[in-house]
């Protein structure tokens, strides 16, 4: 009940909390693994460029980074699918003006961007996989 | 967190009653209500009339002041752009001055950004979303007359300084040392009076953003938001990461030119490539912030056309939210030939590809939605179509230019000239011509001629693609950017002739766009009510005009109510829903949670005023004055602007309710409390949102050091003092101490402990005034020259911003004080204890890793 307001707010994002999270989840993954991925490449290129061991070493390391963060990605996109529950009553659309369309609608995106995370993480590990040299 | 306080006097629940029944919602209200509850309505809302109009703050008066200024920006630098391709018609033309040219692509550039694609985001978003929200108006009218004030001051500044031929020159992104090394005042008018406009950016996005949160219809959850919303949300989120990278970016930039703080010179240990790194950051992502409101626009008007409701909800709300991500990931494919290693390159590389999904995707479902609809070819649609055709043609060279190697090769060419302005034109100037025809019966009651329409259309449509896509070729065929002539016997001739011929075409286009659009209607009758058959909330405008925003606040259970709602807009007229009534003239509307839009307090919006148009202008001069190196003038007028800002919160915001008006009656035998504290109130919100943006500032000056550590040898230089540990270490411990001391005062103030959290807000500006003495001291004293070398100029730069920041803390640790002793402040009315809170939680942040930074890495390192 709206009236009953007193921390209205807190309670339903306590409620809800989980699944607004995890709308940021994979895409937050992305953004770290990126982050990462170019610092560490920036820092070791220009403090190490020449060596060739360090390089190798940067490329191990990045590929571990990189199957953390789809592990990590995975694992949300599971949750989410949880969230979704799709196979329960094959509900796509999420237009109905119910608690459980709202919590199947955060679940159902969450899982398409853990998609699109996925992809990008491929992506941008890939020139670790192909490149041997800073240069 | 508890509220329970906030809520003293509050209805036992059983009065109470939500959602409402839909017996409830067929009663019928006797006539006499309703033109009760419209006559207080009408005169609570009214427009100032004569010179006091300038004051008005509501959305649909600033939204159009705003979205005519930005679109009278838009023809200047269009102009600007005509001129351009007057001087490149022929070879070896001497129409214009290489100077003069220089000046008027930096100027065309930057005021088709800052001056026009984000403001008139901005501005059709504020004249929009109340209506989709069914919101009386913005929950911060004031903020965002402010930020138009500031726009149009700042604007003109920037813009008229190409009519006293001091304009910036050095191209729209500035870089160093071309720009640090220019004559005259154009780089310090282009960073000071951008900087001025992203502030008022920065203030847009928060309401926008507060606004889709917290300001919503009951009923409407968030998996039945407008797309719009979703849009705006993502967009405003975008800005507050984006733009404050180019605001840290600038203030190092202008320490640089005013006080000769080597940041970029590479002779004292600084580094171009710095400026590059933070432009970027911003500038990528304000690619997509232009992008996604207008493909926002064509979210609306798609399934309008196609009279059905949107196929792949879910599916467009990943790709915003997607496209939000991804979107940051890209900076550096600007940089591709500035000899980063190429590992660097290929991530930048692979992440501007897979931006391409995202992308894709939403243009699918309109596709989609377009296939299994019956579309009609309305004059909107045949915008959207035409965009859709452009943007992929620009997406397409997006994909190619993504690729490093062939970056090199069309690199700074016309090639890339073309492929900009294909992205812009199809993904925003047409979706936003789109939605001028068919938002204009909402803003205007009035409609926009069909066949002159198409004529536009065409002009534009055929005029844009004769000037631009022969600049893939003259780019191909070697002619850099930004030259201001060339020889004949390069070849470029003809297709540079044939770019000029197209460039008057399209500009034929607007001129009877702009005669259409602003001619006088004195006669045409009124448009329809709802004359798309829409099914979104906007359309339940009034025509006649009302400024009430919506006349009762209906409660939502559709994503498009119009269609599947029945009744709704009779019930809405008849004042069946909320807020139907004004008992005490005072504007206001409802605030819901965020998540399923509950109806959690009514809130009381503030009215016309002076003080935010004077608020500007002094904010106006603390920015311009600097420009001249008139130092003086603008310490006094920033104090004045703070002065002013003061007067404002003090007088119009938080009020508490007179004893008996604690709750209010919003109708459908629903009370809510007027006031509300933390996270339950809106400011609250907008004070997390403003300093999330300023985080990211701080953190983007944070950035530059290890920058510079990454990239140079010497930093910091071997033998060099460092900041003084001493007195830092105690500075960090008083600033953290007041921090303690407020967060104290509030948790005490609310348990009634009136006096001892007095004695708290007296000891806490006290300890931050002794820390922020302190943390200065221990980079002054330290014996570090700031003009001698970057080391000790990014140290000063960080602890300036740091004491600003303490500084401002502050203030606002006296004004809770006040507020406790004038009665402002009350362990049941507390909300600017909990904002000064909030704000001090960022501040102990930026403290803590201030003092790591520029004491304990130094040393590390």
Known sequence: MAGTGKNEETKTLAEEADSLWLITFAGSIWAVHFLVCYCATAVICAKLGGDAAAILMLRLALGGVTLVALVGIAFVGWRSWLQWDFLDDWDYVHNLARKEDRHEFLGHASFLLSIISFIGVIYVSLPVLFLETCQ | MTMASTLTGSAPDSENVYPPTEEMLARPVDSETTQRGAEELRETWKTPKGFRYLTAVNNSEVGKWYALSAFFFMMCAGVLGLLIRVQLAVPGNDFLSADRFNQFFTMHGSAMMFLFAVPMFEAISILLLPGLLGARDMPFPRLSAYGFWCFIIGGVFVMGSILFGVAPNSGWFMYPPLATEADGIGSDIWLLGLSFIEVASIAAAVELIVGVLKCRPPGMRINLMPLYGWYVLVVGGMILFAFPPLIAGDFLFELQRSFDWPFFDPERGGDPMLWQHLFWIFGHPEVYIIFLPSIAIAAMVVPTAAQRPIVGYSWIVLSAVGTGFLSFGLWVHHMFTTGLPSMSLGFFSAASEAVVIPTGIQLFAFVATLMVGRVKMNLPMLFIAGALAIFTAGGLTGVMVALAPFDWQAHDTYFIVAHLHYTLFGGMVFPLMAGVYYFYPFFTKKTLADRTGRIVFWLMFVGFNVTFMPMHFTGLMGMPRRVYTYPSVMGWDLLNLIST?????????????????????????????????????????????????????????????????????????????????????????????????????????????????????????????????????????????????????????????????????????????????????????????????????????????????????????????????????????????????????????????????????????????????????????????????????????????????????????????????????????????????????????????????????????
């Open chain 2, 501 to 861: 011929i197209g460039a008057f075409i399209v500009a034929s286009g607007f001129v009877l766009f702009a005669i259409d659009l602003l001619r006088p209607r004195g006669k045409q009758p009124l448009a329809a009510r709802n004359p798309w058959k829409a099914g979104t909330l906007e359309w339940s405008h009034n025509v006649p005009e009302e400024n009430w925003g919506s006349r009762s606040v209906p409660y939502i259970t559709s994503r498009y109510p119009l269609w599947e709602q029945e009744n709704i807009v009779e019930r809405m007229d008849a004042g069946r829903y909320y807020l139907a009534d004004a008992p005490g003239h005072r504007r206001e509307t409802l605030v819901t949670t965020v998540l399923d839009a509950r109806p959690i307090q009514c809130l009381r919006v503030t009215g016309p005023a002076w003080i935010t148009i004077l608020a500007a202008a002094f904010t106006g001069g603390a920015f311009i004055f600097p420009t001249f190196h008139w130092y003086p003038p603008a310490i006094l007028c920033g104090g004045a602007a703070i002065a002013c800002v003061i007067y404002w919160l003090w007088t119009a915001t938080s009020q508490i309710p007179e004893k008996e008006k604690e709750m209010r009656d919003v109708g459908l035998s629903l009370k809510l409390p007027v006031y509300a504290s933390g996270p339950d109130s809106v400011g609250w919100w907008g004070v997390w949102i403003t300093m999330l943006g300023d985080a990211t500032a701080f953190a983007s000056l944070v950035f530059g050091y290890f920058f510079y550590w990454t990239a140079r040898p010497d930093f910091p230089p071997a033998g060099i003092e460092h900041a003084l540990a001493g007195p830092l270490t105690l500075g960090v411990a008083a600033l953290v101490a007041s921090w303690a001391a407020i967060y104290g005062a509030r948790v005490l103030n609310r348990q009634g402990k009136v006096a001892t959290a007095r004695s708290l807000l007296v000891a806490a500006p006290l300890l931050a005034v002794v820390g922020s003495v302190l943390f200065y001291v221990s980079v002054a004293g330290s014996g570090l020259e700031p003009t001698s070398h970057v080391y000790p100029a990014i140290i000063w730069a960080v602890m300036i911003w740091t004491i600003v920041h303490t500084g401002g803390g502050v203030i606002m640790q006296c004004y809770c004080l006040a507020g406790t002793l004038f009665g402002k402040v009350t362990p049941e009315h507390d909300s600017d204890l909990w904002n000064v809170t909030l704000y001090w939680h960022f501040v102990c942040l930026t403290v803590v890793v201030a003092g790591l930074t520029i004491g304990l890495m130094p040393r590390v390192m």
